[in-house]
């Protein structure tokens, strides 16, 4: 519901507008001068302003600048006699959206305020899509075909469908914040705000201003009321990166927020409500994190309805061509260069390496090897060193039988090898060798079915 304040020295004038405007629906306060309407809107925040240009203490020019000094997107109308079309004009110099000339009708303001109204919300459309554009431009796939990625296209379908918070878990650069991305936009939200904050990258000393929004003189440096993230997220989908980064005090406002839905700006006292959807993200263990009182244990239960995991690319290897493929398109493309090879050796690198930058180091790496790569191929000394130089386990030159086989085929046989390796090395004990090999044992388990290994069907706890 848009808020509007009438500046109006005329009093039939005002309880005629005043009347016009709740009637269609609008909140809206009104005062008689200058001076009573500028105290309001100091105290509280509105939507439209609609002043008289000429009142008895003041013209309405200063209760623009007003306005403008306080809140850039707050619309302003003017009401001007016939003859101060000139001054009109430089109302709208100044920032006036439109102004109205007297005589006329309520519904001649009525046209002019849905007029704003659409051309705010084109506004707040454009500038999402510019953002979705920007976000666009980087990696937004999730790339994989392995049981563990087709899981969580499973789980991303089912939790999409309904409204409850999402909390999604996973290192570093393994792709949660794809994994909301697609929440939403498989979402009822799909055409709403979709805002993202990164919870880690911001001050304690801002992280509430930018979630809640703050008033003018709220603390040093708040020249003006601004909104926050979840009133940028109305009706849509927030995304918290990173919760477990949150501070405790604004842990505390954000559970409170969560129980109702409404919050007030920083420094303010007028009470805003929304409706959102909200997912979170983590790379930390909020479990320990609980136990040590660094998080809420309320605020987890509260945020932790419809928890999953981004497992790690290491637990995923079979993925790893599939991105390898991916990667490489889209930089020979950025790059202007025709069609890249990978050499058997590069490729061998880049298979046996633990990742534990995950999707995102995988994806570094190639765009570094295409940028440099000489003659369209892709040899292991345009890898970054650490690929090149450590693998998951001494890399040893492939046989001509091993060269011969798709990349598929190269990754099984690969990635067998690597378990018969760590079997060996473990004495064939499968905790010892999940751990030797950075998956899990519930993983080692499923590979060792999958390759066909006679100690599948033995004990995992050995």
């Not at 405790?248 to 409706?275: A, D, I, S, Y």
């Not at 298979?351 to 000489?374: D, I, Q, W």
Request: net charge negative.
């Amino acid at each position: 519901m848009y808020k509007i304040l009438l500046i109006e020295d005329e009093r039939s004038m005002r309880l005629g507008l005043l009347h016009a405007l709740k009637a269609e629906g609008y909140k809206v306060k009104a005062a008689a001068c200058a001076a009573e309407g500028i105290s309001l809107i100091k105290a509280e925040s509105f939507d439209i302003i609609i002043t008289d240009l000429r009142l008895p203490d003041a013209s309405g020019i200063e209760v623009l600048k007003t306005v403008k000094e306080l809140s850039q997107e707050t619309g302003v109308i003017v009401i001007t006699a016939f003859a101060e079309v000139s001054t009109a004009v430089e109302a709208m110099r100044e920032g006036a959206y439109d102004y109205i000339s007297k005589p006329f009708e309520p519904d001649e303001l009525l046209l002019v305020i849905s007029r704003f109204i659409k051309h705010n919300e084109l506004v707040n459309e454009n500038i999402r899509l510019r953002e979705e554009i920007r976000e666009c431009k980087r990696f937004e796939l999730i790339i994989g075909d392995s049981p563990a990625v087709r899981e969580i296209f499973e789980k991303i379908n089912i939790v999409a469908k309904t409204d409850s918070s999402v909390m999604i878990y996973g290192e570093s650069g393994t792709g949660k914040e794809l994994v909301a991305n697609a929440i939403h936009n498989l979402s009822p939200r799909k055409d709403k705000p979709f805002v993202k904050i990164n919870c880690a990258a911001i001050p304690d000393t801002l992280i509430e201003s930018e979630l809640f929004g703050h008033e003018k003189g709220a603390f040093t440096g708040a020249v003006q009321k601004r909104r926050g993230k979840f009133e940028d997220a109305d009706g849509g989908t927030i995304f918290l990166d990173e919760i477990g980064d949150l501070p405790q005090h604004v842990q505390t406002k954000l559970l409170r927020v969560l129980e109702n839905w409404t919050f007030e700006r920083l420094g303010g006292n007028e009470p805003r409500t929304v409706n959102v959807r909200t997912i979170y993200a983590t790379s930390r263990n909020l479990k320990d994190d609980v136990k040590t009182n660094r998080f809420r244990e309320d605020l987890y239960y509260r945020i932790n309805v419809l928890p999953m995991t981004v497992p790690p690319l290491r637990e995923r290897r079979e993925d790893i061509p599939l991105l390898i493929n991916h990667f490489i398109e889209l930089y020979e493309k950025k790059a202007g260069k025709g069609e890249i090879i990978i050499s058997p050796a590069a490729m061998d690198a880049l298979l046996s390496y633990a990742y534990p930058g995950n999707v995102r180091e995988l994806k570094h790496a190639l765009e570094m090897a295409v940028t440099f790569c000489k003659g369209n191929i892709i040899a292991p000394a345009c890898l970054p060193v650490e690929i090149k130089g450590e693998g998951l386990v001494e890399q040893k030159p492939p046989t001509a039988a091993y060269s011969d086989l798709s990349v598929t085929e190269r990754v099984r046989a690969f990635e067998r090898e690597l378990i018969a390796r760590a079997l060996e090395e473990t004495g064939g004990k499968k905790k010892e060798t999940a751990k030797k090999l950075g998956i899990s044992r519930g993983t080692l388990w499923r590979k060792l079915k999958e390759h066909g290994f006679p100690a599948a069907d033995s004990d995992l706890n050995d």
